[in-house]
């Protein structure tokens, strides 16, 4: 407490008054502090139009692109003191609370989205506006990749592979989860056009791994099975075939063998009839 804050007098009143401007300081810095150590890209907007704040990860976002933006003076160091209307050529986009049906925010080769917020004084006189800077575009990089893969994969191309963002935990597992899902599915096709090959080339006893998990372990189970069966079907038939062979030699012996023996007869027969002549 300042001295004499808690005199009647009008030296009270305004130590009391001081004491409140330095309440004030303090909340203000210390609100100041809190904006400046989020990771979150902020600025605040003055009823003017100009940048009053900035902080640091939206200043760190915004080095490279300074230098590129038509509106910024010539060696621009930070965006406190710019015109809104040096980052983009529609200054509303700014001060629009209602984002509904918005698009994202096109600076140099950066995707942003704004969430807008006002901020108003004690006494409800708007002050300016709060904004919240979101770049979307490595994550719009990484969804077009994704659905580039995906659409490879609808074909029957499960060689598409997507790099793993080390910077976005939830787009690195998506990365990786689509790998996982074209290499199972390719695996699984590459084996079984492996044992089509060998199905078609005869040989029927080569047959699909069995390291297959889920849908495509039951088909890979299916076609082994339906391959021995087949394999089954092929053996029985040769040797039924084997079997009719031997028969086939056998009546053939057999009918060679009668006909010898009615040949003879047939001799015989003659040679009686002669002498019956004589």
């Keep these: 407490a300042l001295p004499g804050a808690d005199r009647g ?46 902080n640091a990860a939206l200043e760190t976002a915004f080095r490279p692109l300074l230098p590129r933006l038509p509106g910024a003076p010539e060696g621009a160091r930070s965006l406190v003191g710019l015109p809104v209307s040096a980052l983009h050529d529609d200054p509303s986009v700014f001060t629009r609370t209602d984002r509904r049906g918005a698009g994202l925010l096109e600076i140099a080769d950066r995707r942003f989205g704004l969430s807008v917020n006002e901020i108003h004084g004690a006494d409800g006189a708007r002050l300016g506006h709060a904004v919240a800077w979101r770049d979307r ?34 787009m690195r597992h998506v990365a990786e989860s689509v790998n996982a899902i ?64 031997v028969a086939g030699a056998e009546i053939s012996g057999g009918l060679g063998a009668l006909s010898s023996r009615t040949e003879a007869q047939a001799a015989s027969l003659g040679e009686t009839a002669a002498t019956m002549e004589e």
């Design 9 to 54: 007098d009008e030296i009270g009143a305004l130590a009391r008054a001081l004491q409140g401007v330095n309440r004030a300081a303090v909340d203000a810095r210390r609100v100041a502090a809190a904006l400046d150590g989020s990771p979150q890209p902020v600025m605040i907007v003055d009823e003017t139009g100009r940048v009053v704040f900035a």
């Design 137 to 170: 575009t490595v994550a719009l990089e990484a969804e077009a990749r994704i659905s580039a893969v995906l659409a490879e994969v609808r074909e029957g191309d499960f060689t598409g592979r997507l790099e793993p963002e080390a910077d976005d935990p939830f």
């Design 182 to 245: 074209s290499e199972l599915a390719g695996d699984f096709f590459e084996d079984f056009e492996v044992a089509v090959a060998n199905l078609s080339a005869g040989r029927l006893t080569a047959r699909m791994p069995e390291r297959h998990a889920g849908r495509f372990g039951e088909a890979a189970a299916r076609y082994n099975a339906a391959a021995e069966r087949l394999s089954g079907t092929l053996a029985d038939i040769a040797r039924a075939s084997g079997e009719m062979g």
